[in-house]
């Protein structure tokens, strides 16, 4: 007995290894980035030729990045409304609705899980030149709202889930309308999740590349900008300080998101009323 | 049972108003944005070109295209060999740090889930960006190696070669692997390993025999998600693969592009759907099979 409780210990330390290794493999080359962004040359290469802020000046008065970004900030918080949006009522209805119609609209919100981005992306550019929108922020809207849909879902509904059945029965026989059971009782109980679901709604917008490349008409977002700066090795250093500003916030609205989902469903488990 | 009931009274007076109300933004996006849009592709694909937005005639010359050119059975089969690598580097990989957060990480376990799940949310396209840094002629690697002496001459070997696209989509994908494998070695009850070695079971054969087939599930969920985005990638064969690591995401766009043919992309993707439509119901007899046996 001891000797295999030293055995799975001894396991434990070796797979705690694995697993600094596997963290460093997964953040090293992104963390380049950072490094190269401060770096006082042109080529991303070692040994580094020192430290300079150049890079991070040059975004500043560049009309065509600021428009990227306005542009990418307008539709992410529009389009992450919209999926959380539906990722509130879909899975509502899908938990409280009992109707068939409910968990299939359900289980279609969560399939684009199975369809690769480039198909979504075709099928949306035909659909929206059908009916006449055309490659616009309007369409780059629904496609997002599309590709945030799945996470939206999963995150809301596992937050109703939790939320004890009890709760619900307790406002309905006290009279309560499914309107106000809705307004006032299981939407506050869940509004860290509405807040996380809205958070990463906004990131898979924000950051998405696939989908908007087909949807895009002139006013290009901020991936799409970095995309275009790429073919141009000159601009390569701008683009390592404005994906580290990205990293940076990316990083704050995912911990945050996160942290809200968790002190969410903590606060549910102990405290069920 | 009871509850059941009395939930059974206060669900009759429900308002129709409310129930449109709550269902309408999600009708409204999986019925137009999901099953219209993709309905339109498969209407698309049966069509030929003119150059109008959505064909001309009733054809499947498309598909004897995409069946009988050599060209799309190579590309096709390429995607399939980059996304199968993609998959099994990912989930054997990522296998261990899930069984780690399972069942050894303790205290710790809430700061590593989020710190493997963290990159998950961070720009795809950077992410692959960086392993261009990485790989590149005058890049970090081939700039290390020279530094420490093992290489004098910057190689070509690593950019642009499929290679890179394995590597470059493992790392991007490697997030989504271990959530689904965590979250199926969690629920394995414990009383399941001590069962195991109160009858005498090595600490090996209780894994291989025990742990093993009740996580694959979460193993064939990982594998979905993963080899789904990347059998359709387009991004990292563009920036990392070279000529020669060409997938048949790459060629759906070129033909809503450069090539313009809609209804010949259109029956790509119809063929690319297909594909995977196959893996899941692989995946979903496999998952029957090993469901089975729990």
């Known amino acids: 007995m001891k000797a295999e409780r030293a055995g799975t210990k001894r396991d434990g330390r070796w797979l705690g290894l694995y697993v600094l290794a596997y963290l460093v493999f997964l953040y090293l080359p992104v963390l380049l980035i950072p490094l190269f962004s401060f770096n006082d040359s ?22 065509a990045l600021s428009g990227a970004l306005v542009n990418s900030l307008v539709i992410g918080a529009i389009a992450a409304s919209g999926a959380t949006l539906c990722g509130i009522t879909v899975s509502y209805m899908d938990l409280y609705g009992r109707s068939p119609l409910a968990a299939t609209i359900s289980a279609i919100a969560r399939l684009p899980i199975l369809i690769p981005g480039v198909i979504v992306g075709i099928s949306l550019l035909i659909l929206i030149n059908l009916i006449g929108l055309g490659p616009s922020r309007v369409a780059i809207v629904l496609g997002h709202i599309l590709v945030a849909l799945p996470t939206t879902v999963v995150v809301m509904r596992s937050r109703f889930a939790a939320i004890p059945r009890s709760v619900r029965e307790a406002a309905l026989d006290l009279g309560a309308s499914d309107w106000t059971t809705f307004r006032r009782v299981m939407l506050p109980l869940s509004l860290p999740a509405v807040l996380s679901a809205f958070m990463l709604a906004f990131l898979i917008s924000f950051d998405e590349f696939i989908v908007v490349f087909f949807l895009a008409g002139t006013e290009p977002t ?52 | 049972m009871s509850t059941l009931v009395a939930a059974e009274v206060p669900e009759s007076r429900s308002s129709s108003g409310f129930r449109f109300a709550m269902l309408l933004p999600g009708a409204l996006v999986t019925f137009l944005l999901i099953l219209f849009a993709l309905g339109l592709v498969l209407f698309l694909a049966f069509r030929g070109n003119d150059g109008s937005l959505l064909g001309v005639g009733l054809t499947v010359e498309n598909f004897v295209t995409v069946a009988t050119d050599p060209l799309y059975w190579t590309v096709t089969l390429r995607s399939l060999v980059i996304a199968g690598l993609v998959t099994l580097a990912t989930v054997v990989t990522a296998y261990p740090v899930a069984y780690y957060l399972a069942f050894h990480a303790g205290r710790r376990r809430g700061l590593l889930l989020f710190l493997v799940t963290l990159p998950f949310w961070t720009s795809y396209l950077l992410r692959v960006f960086a392993w261009k840094i990485v790989l590149a002629y005058n890049g970090v690697l081939n700039s290390a190696l020279i530094e420490s002496g093992i290489w004098s001459e910057p190689t070509l070997a690593f950019l642009n070669t499929p290679a890179a696209v394995v590597v470059t989509l493992a790392h991007a994908y490697a997030p989504f692997a271990i959530l689904p494998i965590y979250v199926a070695l969690d629920t394995i009850p414990k009383s399941l390993l001590e069962a195991a070695s109160d009858l005498g079971a090595r600490p090996f054969t209780a894994f291989r025999r025990v742990v093993l087939p009740n996580s694959m599930p979460g193993v064939l969920a990982a594998a979905l998600v993963v080899f789904v985005p990347t059998v359709g990638d387009y991004v990292t064969p563009a920036m990392v693969g070279g000529p020669a690591s060409t997938m048949i995401g790459t060629l759906i766009q070129s033909q809503f592009g450069k090539a313009n043919d809609w209804p010949f992309g259109a029956a790509l993707s119809v063929c690319v759907m297909l594909v995977i439509l196959v893996v899941v119901l692989v995946a979903r007899g496999a998952d029957r099979r090993f469901g089975s046996r729990t």
């Open chain 1, 222 to 273: 901020l991936p799409l900008y970095i995309w275009s700066q790429l073919r141009f090795p000159r601009s390569l250093p701008t683009v390592m300080a404005l994906g580290t500003v990205i990293l940076a916030v990316s990083f704050i609205i995912a911990g945050t998101a996160e942290f809200l989902r968790h002190r969410g469903l903590g606060a549910a488990r102990r405290n069920p009323a």
């Open chain 1, 42 to 63: 042109i080529q991303a290469a070692f040994p580094l030729q020192g430290f300079t802020l150049q890079w991070y000046e040059t975004l500043y008065g560049n009309p």
